[in-house]
C-alpha cells in the first residue's frame, strides 16, 4: 500500500451496457480517510461506478486502483482482497437467516469452524463494536430497518474493508435512522474507513461528505471537491446541469401547499376504512381496528416508523391481506370480498413499497410491465393489441423523462430511479380514484422527486384521492391535506395543518396519542 495514495482511483472507466453507455471515461481520485459522496440524477451512472470499484462490473475500458495498487476489474475477489466492500441499495442479507448466520455468510471462507454459540459470541462483539443494536438470534425480517442495514454495513466490515461504499443508504431510513447511520459513517471515519456515500438529498450530502462528486449522463462534471466550499443552489445546478430541469419539473420542492380544506364531508369518500383488523405476517404487525377516510381531491399522509403496519395498511386496500375483520368501501362500495382486478377497476392505483418485487417484473419489457395495470382491468375477451401498447408506453415515459433505450428492454435493466418512473407512469392515470403511494420519492432524484409531487398534486386536483406513506416527515408535511400516524397497527394521532413536529413525532414513538380528530 502506498501511504499517501489515494483509497480509491478510477482512471478512464468506461462501462456499455448494449447499447448505453453508463459511465463514460471517469478519471477519480478519492482520498484515504475521507467521508465521500457521489450524488447525480437518476440514471447518472452512481450505481454503475459503485459497482466497478467492487468488482460487479467490468469496465469495457480503464483501470481501478486501491491504496495505489492496480486491481483485476470485473473481480469481486480481487476487490474484496484490496479492502473495498459495497452495500447495496436493496439490502442483499436473506431475510429468513438470522444476524449470525447472516454474517457468517459474507465471512466464508475464513477458515475456522465455530460452535453455533461461539459464532453467535463472535458477532455479538462485533455488532456491539460497530454499536449495531440486533440479537445474533434475531432473523433479519424481524429486525427494524435502521438494524438491517447496520448489519449489512458491520457483514461489509468482517474483512477489515477500508473502503466501504454505500449505495443510497439513507433511502430506506427515517431520519432518526439517518442521524444513526451517519454517527456510524463519522465512528468508521475516525477509524481510518474510507467511506463513499451515494446519495440524492442534497440536506444529507452537505451534513455529511467531505469531498462530493458530481456524475451526470455517465461523466464526472465535478469532483472530487471539498463540501464545505459549495452551497445547496450550487449543488442543485450541478446536479440538474446547465440546462435546468427536464421539461415540467420545478424545482424541488414547488411552493404549491396541501389544498385549502373544502368541506370534504358531503361527498362520498374515496375510502372508508372501518374497525379494519388483519393478522401479522412477515413483514410487520397486522391492523389492529383502523378507521380511516379520504375524500376526493384530498391527499392524506401516513406518518410512522416503518414496520408500524404501513405495509398491511396497503396490503388490506388491495386485496392482498386476510382481513380479520371490520369493512373496506372504495368510493361508497364495500370491496371486502372483491379481487385486485375489480378494485383496480374501481380506480385504485398503487405504488408500492418494494418496486423490485411488488412493483414490476424486472425480466419482461418496459411495455408489458406498463400496459400490466390497463390489462388487470379489462375484460379477459378484449383484444390485445401489442404495437398500441408500446407506443403508449414509449409517449408515457417520455412524458415521465425515463432515461431508457427502448421500450422492449427489460425492468431490470433500468436504474432504481428510472425503474420507481415506470411505476409512477402506469398507475397516475386518469382513471385513478384513489392512489396509494408508498414512499413514492424513494430513490428518486431531486427532479424527479418534485415531478413525484407535481403528479399527485395535479391527480388530487383532477378529484383523485391520495394516501401517501413517507417516513420523511418534511415531505408529508409539504403534500399532506391531513396527516395520521401510525403505531403498531393502529392510527396514533390525526393531524391538520399547521403540523407541529413534536406533536406528530410524540405519536409516531407512542409518546402521546394527541391529535385531532377527523
Ligand atoms: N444491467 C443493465 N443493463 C442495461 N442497462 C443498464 C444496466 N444497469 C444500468 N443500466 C443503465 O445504465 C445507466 C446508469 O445506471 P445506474 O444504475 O448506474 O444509474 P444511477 O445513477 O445509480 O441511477 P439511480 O439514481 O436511478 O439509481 C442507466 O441508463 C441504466 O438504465
Same mark, same amino acid.
Given at each position: 500500500?502506498?501511504?499517501?495514495?489515494? #483509497?480509491?482511483?478510477?482512471?478512464?472507466?468506461?462501462?456499455?451496457?448494449?447499447?448505453?453507455?453508463?459511465?463514460? =471515461?471517469?478519471?477519480?481520485?478519492?482520498?484515504? =480517510?475521507?467521508?465521500?459522496?457521489?450524488?447525480?440524477q437518476n440514471g447518472a451512472g452512481k450505481t454503475t461506478f459503485a459497482r466497478v470499484a467492487a468488482g460487479l462490473v467490468q469496465p469495457a475500458e480503464g483501470e481501478v486502483a486501491i491504496h495505489g495498487q492496480p486491481i483485476r476489474t470485473g473481480q469481486v475477489a480481487a476487490a474484496r482482497a484490496a479492502g473495498v466492500e459495497l452495500v447495496h441499495q436493496s439490502f442483499a442479507l436473506p431475510p429468513s437467516f438470522t444476524v449470525s448466520e447472516a454474517m457468517e455468510f459474507g465471512a466464508s471462507g475464513k477458515g475456522s469452524l465455530f460452535s453455533r454459540r461461539g459464532l453467535r459470541r463472535r458477532w455479538r462483539q462485533h455488532l456491539s463494536d460497530l454499536q449495531v443494536i440486533a440479537d445474533p438470534a434475531q432473523r433479519i425480517r424481524d429486525l427494524p430497518v435502521e438494524s438491517q442495514q447496520g448489519v449489512e454495513i458491520a457483514r461489509a466490515l468482517i474483512t477489515q474493508a477500508r473502503v466501504l461504499i454505500l449505495d443510497e443508504p439513507t433511502a430506506v431510513l427515517t431520519p432518526l435512522g439517518i442521524e444513526t447511520l451517519f454517527a456510524r459513517v463519522r465512528r468508521l471515519k475516525a477509524s481510518g474507513v474510507t467511506v463513499i456515500l451515494i446519495l440524492h438529498k442534497i440536506r444529507e450530502v452537505l451534513a455529511i461528505a467531505d469531498?462530493?462528486?458530481?456524475?451526470? #449522463?455517465?461523466?464526472?462534471?465535478?469532483?472530487?471537491?471539498? *463540501?464545505? *466550499?459549495?452551497?445547496?443552489?450550487?449543488?442543485?445546478?450541478?446536479?440538474?446541469?446547465?440546462?435546468?430541469? *427536464?421539461?415540467?419539473?420545478?424545482?424541488?420542492?414547488?411552493?404549491?401547499?396541501?389544498?385549502?380544506? #373544502?368541506?370534504?364531508?358531503?361527498?362520498?369518500?374515496?375510502?372508508?376504512?372501518?374497525?379494519?383488523?388483519?393478522?401479522?405476517?412477515?413483514?410487520?404487525?397486522?391492523?389492529?381496528g383502523v378507521d380511516l377516510r379520504i375524500a376526493p381531491g384530498e391527499i392524506l399522509g401516513i406518518a410512522g416508523v416503518e414496520g408500524n403496519g404501513q405495509k398491511a395498511l396497503v396490503r388490506a386496500i388491495a386485496g392482498l391481506a386476510t382481513v380479520?375483520?371490520?369493512?373496506?368501501?372504495?368510493?361508497?362500495?364495500?370491496?371486502?370480498?372483491?379481487?385486485?382486478?375489480?378494485?383496480?377497476?374501481?380506480?385504485?392505483?398503487?405504488?408500492?413499497?418494494?418496486?423490485?418485487?411488488?412493483?414490476?417484473?424486472?425480466?419482461?419489457?418496459?411495455?408489458?410491465?406498463?400496459?400490466?395495470?390497463?390489462?388487470?382491468?379489462?375484460?379477459?375477451?378484449?383484444?390485445?393489441?401489442?404495437?398500441?401498447?408500446?407506443?403508449?408506453?414509449?409517449?408515457?415515459?417520455?412524458?415521465w423523462n425515463v432515461r431508457y433505450h427502448s421500450p422492449a428492454q427489460p425492468a431490470g435493466s433500468l436504474s432504481g430511479g428510472n425503474a420507481q418512473k415506470v411505476i409512477l407512469a402506469r398507475e397516475i392515470d386518469p382513471g385513478a380514484r384513489l392512489i396509494i403511494a408508498a414512499q413514492?420519492?424513494?430513490?428518486?432524484?431531486?427532479?424527479?422527486?418534485?415531478?413525484?409531487?407535481? *403528479?399527485?398534486?395535479?391527480?388530487?386536483?383532477?378529484?383523485?384521492?391520495?394516501?401517501?406513506?413517507?417516513?420523511?416527515?418534511?415531505?408529508?408535511?409539504?403534500?399532506?391535506?391531513?396527516?395520521?400516524?401510525?403505531?403498531?397497527?393502529?392510527?396514533?394521532?390525526?393531524?391538520?395543518?399547521?403540523y407541529s413536529l413534536n406533536a406528530v413525532g410524540a405519536a409516531m414513538t407512542g409518546a402521546a396519542t394527541q391529535g385531532e380528530a377527523l
Amino acid at each position: 500500500m502506498t501511504s499517501n495514495a489515494p #483509497a480509491l482511483e478510477c482512471r478512464d472507466v468506461t462501462v456499455r451496457y448494449g447499447d448505453v453507455t453508463a459511465l463514460s =471515461g471517469v478519471t477519480a481520485a478519492f482520498a484515504q =480517510g475521507l467521508i465521500h459522496a457521489v450524488v447525480g440524477q437518476n440514471g447518472a451512472g452512481k450505481t454503475t461506478f459503485a459497482r466497478v470499484a467492487a468488482g460487479l462490473v467490468q469496465p469495457a475500458e480503464g483501470e481501478v486502483a486501491i491504496h495505489g495498487q492496480p486491481i483485476r476489474t470485473g473481480q469481486v475477489a480481487a476487490a474484496r482482497a484490496a479492502g473495498v466492500e459495497l452495500v447495496h441499495q436493496s439490502f442483499a442479507l436473506p431475510p429468513s437467516f438470522t444476524v449470525s448466520e447472516a454474517m457468517e455468510f459474507g465471512a466464508s471462507g475464513k477458515g475456522s469452524l465455530f460452535s453455533r454459540r461461539g459464532l453467535r459470541r463472535r458477532w455479538r462483539q462485533h455488532l456491539s463494536d460497530l454499536q449495531v443494536i440486533a440479537d445474533p438470534a434475531q432473523r433479519i425480517r424481524d429486525l427494524p430497518v435502521e438494524s438491517q442495514q447496520g448489519v449489512e454495513i458491520a457483514r461489509a466490515l468482517i474483512t477489515q474493508a477500508r473502503v466501504l461504499i454505500l449505495d443510497e443508504p439513507t433511502a430506506v431510513l427515517t431520519p432518526l435512522g439517518i442521524e444513526t447511520l451517519f454517527a456510524r459513517v463519522r465512528r468508521l471515519k475516525a477509524s481510518g474507513v474510507t467511506v463513499i456515500l451515494i446519495l440524492h438529498k442534497i440536506r444529507e450530502v452537505l451534513a455529511i461528505a467531505d469531498t462530493l462528486s458530481v456524475l451526470r #449522463a455517465g461523466c464526472l462534471v465535478d469532483g472530487p471537491r471539498p *463540501a464545505a *466550499a459549495i452551497d445547496e443552489a450550487e449543488l442543485t445546478r450541478l446536479i440538474v446541469g446547465a440546462a435546468g430541469p *427536464a421539461p415540467g419539473i420545478q424545482a424541488a420542492r414547488p411552493e404549491a401547499g396541501p389544498a385549502s380544506a #373544502a368541506s370534504f364531508s358531503t361527498q362520498t369518500p374515496a375510502l372508508e376504512l372501518h374497525a379494519l383488523h388483519t393478522g401479522a405476517d412477515s413483514e410487520g404487525p397486522g391492523l389492529e381496528g383502523v378507521d380511516l377516510r379520504i375524500a376526493p381531491g384530498e391527499i392524506l399522509g401516513i406518518a410512522g416508523v416503518e414496520g408500524n403496519g404501513q405495509k398491511a395498511l396497503v396490503r388490506a386496500i388491495a386485496g392482498l391481506a386476510t382481513v380479520q375483520g371490520g369493512r373496506i368501501l372504495l368510493g361508497g362500495q364495500d370491496v371486502g370480498r372483491r379481487p385486485l382486478g375489480a378494485r383496480r377497476a374501481a380506480g385504485l392505483r398503487i405504488i408500492p413499497f418494494e418496486r423490485n418485487t411488488e412493483g414490476l417484473s424486472l425480466s419482461s419489457s418496459l411495455w408489458e410491465n406498463w400496459s400490466a395495470g390497463g390489462l388487470l382491468q379489462r375484460s379477459l375477451l378484449s383484444p390485445v393489441r401489442p404495437d398500441r401498447l408500446r407506443r403508449d408506453c414509449k409517449s408515457a415515459l417520455d412524458e415521465w423523462n425515463v432515461r431508457y433505450h427502448s421500450p422492449a428492454q427489460p425492468a431490470g435493466s433500468l436504474s432504481g430511479g428510472n425503474a420507481q418512473k415506470v411505476i409512477l407512469a402506469r398507475e397516475i392515470d386518469p382513471g385513478a380514484r384513489l392512489i396509494i403511494a408508498a414512499q413514492p420519492t424513494r430513490g428518486l432524484d431531486i427532479g424527479a422527486t418534485s415531478f413525484v409531487w407535481q *403528479a399527485l398534486r395535479a391527480a388530487r386536483d383532477r378529484g383523485a384521492a391520495v394516501l401517501v406513506i413517507s417516513s420523511d416527515l418534511d415531505e408529508l408535511f409539504d403534500i399532506s391535506d391531513r396527516v395520521a400516524v401510525m403505531l403498531s397497527g393502529r392510527i396514533s394521532g390525526r393531524f391538520s395543518p399547521p403540523y407541529s413536529l413534536n406533536a406528530v413525532g410524540a405519536a409516531m414513538t407512542g409518546a402521546a396519542t394527541q391529535g385531532e380528530a377527523l
